[in-house]
């Protein structure tokens, strides 16, 4: 369980490290006033194991808890997030419908495997207004009890 947590850790910090620069003033001018708003929804289990499915909502409330630490970052969203799930795959266009009926400018998704003692997470932000991801990530690693 500990290992579980800590992979969980890994990702939210490789997520908030990558977008951090993407809330960021740029050079010489003042910080944004309204805060970047983002939805973290629940990764979609693509392995499909039932016994699995608190894998993505356990992620997700990781990855939301990591970004209300970022300064220029509001989450958004009712909790928990699997009342956000995406469906199968962690669509991008169900993302984005999420999103925008959160008035979020990004979405986070993604999609976990888990394979003979492996997991595998993929993490994505979304840009609301175009679509575009404009972050992913994918993690490996052992997934022991």
């Known amino acids: 369980m ?6 969980a850790f890994v990702l939210c910090n490789v997520v908030v490290q990558t977008t951090t620069p993407l809330v960021a003033a740029p050079q010489g001018s003042t910080p944004q006033e309204t805060p970047t708003s983002v939805v973290v929804l629940a990764f979609s289990n693509i392995t499909g194991e039932v016994a699995d499915d608190w894998i993505g909502v356990g992620i997700a409330e990781t990855v939301a808890a990591a970004f209300d630490s970022v300064g220029g970052v509001r989450v958004v969203g009712p909790s928990p997030p699997e ?6 795959f962690g669509g991008r266009d169900s993302s984005i419908m999420i999103a925008r009926t959160l008035e979020a400018h990004w979405a986070v998704n993604g999609s976990y495997q888990h394979l003979q003692g492996q997991l595998r997470i993929t ?8 679509g575009n991801i404009l972050k992913s990530t994918t993690i490996d690693g052992p997934m022991n009890n």
Request: charged share 25%; aromatic share 4%; net charge positive.
């Open 2 to 7: 500990v290992r579980r947590i800590a992979f």
């Open 123 to 130: 993490a994505r932000v979304i840009e609301v207004e175009t």
């Open 83 to 88: 009342q956000q799930s995406t469906g199968s």
